[in-house]
């Protein structure tokens, strides 16, 4: 086999020492940080997005006939992690645990803006098994986790981008079960927090949810939020921790005059259920809604507002497939029926009227695909530098993204 001498490695300003030894029959490393930026893991898991720099000791050892043993003493400063809109806020964390033949254990602490703001201790009882990861996945759990602090500081670390979470938070949760099958117990509670989404324009504020942990899953029983002037949401739902690609989430909503589209392009108050479901990749916005007011600015509709999906090939993958290729993070799709008997108001290209629609609004988000039409209530056209009165009017969307609707008026 081979044995790594003493080695001190530098990268974006940090350092480490390893050593090691590694065989077809066993391995052993031990690593010494020193400021080691996060950001290095990216190598190895591209997209991950952490951020902070790690200092302490690691150690493991594997193979000879015996279980694989290993220790860690680290803190890490400013952890964080980056999508494509959101940074999470910097936290601060220390974590100690000690692998040894028969279990696992480990504990933590969090801090944030000089005040300790979570604590969590776990300790996995390891099966026999023929391997590392196959005992983990069955191993028996006990873990413990407080948490009383800012909701952006662990809801960005989840990578959902689709809406921000922030405002105070307070979680209290005991883990049992397996960690294939974690049974969660405990609760979670939120006071005047706001949630937003920077794709839609969507802003809740003034958030009241209360929620219970049973088995892998958080119940929110009750959720309330203030919705622009005047109006309200109400709900409840769950996040599954347990999901097929991550954290999974499943929340209904009602809503009674609530601003949940505010885009410069366009704008609507809606009453009526929204459904938002996800299995940890992508997910779908569903709703049957009754538009009270909306607005739709012709000719402001861009394909620019789209992040890009570059299509990549990675050559020289070990094994040399293509398969490994990380797979594109899948969109979240609409798929809302929305109609109203007027206040739909359609600006652009010299119309200044109010229209009824029936609406069917699929697609991306960011992008929508709108098909349906719109019938004229009253408006104008200007013109050449005159002014008519619209008589007669309807406006046909395709699904075109982005929308490119056909105009049908006389005025």
């Given at each position: 086999g081979w044995r790594l001498a003493a080695t001190d490695l530098t990268f974006s300003g940090g350092d480490a020492k390893l050593s090691g030894r590694?065989?077809?029959?066993?391995?052993?490393?031990?690593?010494?940080?020193?400021?080691?930026?996060?950001?290095?893991?990216?190598?190895?898991?591209?997209?991950?997005?952490?951020?902070?720099?790690?200092?302490?000791?690691?150690?493991?050892?594997?193979?000879?006939?015996?279980?694989?043993?290993?220790?860690?003493?680290?803190?890490?400063r400013g952890l964080t992690r980056s999508g494509l809109i959101l940074s999470s806020r910097p936290v601060d964390v220390g974590i100690?645990?000690?692998l040894s033949p028969d279990r696992i254990a480990a504990r933590a602490v969090a801090a944030t803006g000089g005040k300790t703001v979570g604590r969590a201790q776990m300790l996995l009882t390891l099966p026999a098994g023929p391997d590392l990861a196959t005992r983990v996945s069955n191993a028996g759990a006990f873990a413990q986790l407080r948490y009383d602090g800012p909701a952006d500081t662990i809801w960005r670390l989840t990578?959902?981008?689709?809406?921000?979470?922030?405002?105070?938070?307070?979680?209290?949760?005991?883990?049992?079960?397996?960690?294939?099958?974690?049974?969660?117990?405990?609760?979670?509670?939120?006071?005047?927090?706001?949630?937003?989404?920077?794709?839609t324009g969507t802003v809740l504020t003034n958030v009241q949810a209360a929620g219970r942990?049973?088995?892998?899953?958080?119940?929110?029983?009750?959720?309330?939020?203030e919705a622009g002037k005047g109006g309200h949401v109400n709900g409840s739902g769950t996040f599954d921790f347990a999901a097929k690609n991550g954290l999974g989430l499943d929340l209904t909503l009602q809503?009674?005059?609530?601003?949940?589209?505010?885009?410069?392009?366009?704008?609507?108050?809606?009453t009526g259920p929204l459904r938002f479901q996800s299995d940890g990749a992508g997910g779908t916005i569903s709703g049957d809604l009754k538009l009270d007011k909306a607005r739709y600015r012709l000719g402001q509709a861009s394909a620019a507002s789209a992040v890009p999906q570059l299509a990549i090939r990675e050559i020289n993958v070990p094994?040399?497939?293509?398969?490994?290729?990380?797979?594109?993070?899948?969109p979240w799709q609409l798929a809302i029926h929305a109609r109203a008997?007027?206040?739909?108001?359609?600006?652009?290209?010299?119309?200044?009227?109010?229209w009824s629609a029936d609406l069917k609004i699929g697609g991306a988000p960011d992008n929508p695909a709108i098909t349906g039409r719109a019938d004229l209530v009253q408006g104008n056209y200007d013109f050449a530098g005159r002014s008519f009165a619209l008589e007669r009017g309807k406006i046909l969307f395709a699904g075109e993204v982005p929308a490119n609707p056909a105009l049908d008026i006389s005025a």
């Open positions: 590694f065989t077809g029959k066993s391995s052993a490393i031990d690593a010494t940080l020193a400021r080691m930026p996060l950001s290095i893991l990216d190598i190895g898991y591209p997209g991950l997005g952490l951020g902070g720099n790690a200092s302490g000791t690691l150690s493991y050892a594997q193979g000879g006939g015996a279980a694989p043993t290993g220790k860690i003493d680290m803190t890490v100690a645990g000690v990578g959902v981008e689709l809406f921000d979470l922030t405002g105070p938070v307070a979680i209290g949760a005991d883990v049992g079960g397996t960690i294939a099958n974690p049974q969660i117990s405990g609760v979670v509670q939120a006071k005047g927090a706001r949630i937003e989404s920077a794709t942990f049973g088995g892998s899953r958080l119940t929110i029983d009750r959720f309330a939020a809503t009674d005059h609530a601003v949940m589209i505010a885009r410069d392009d366009i704008g609507a108050t809606v094994g040399g497939g293509a398969e490994d290729d990380e797979a594109p993070r899948a008997a007027n206040q739909v108001l359609v600006t652009g290209l010299g119309l200044r009227s109010e």
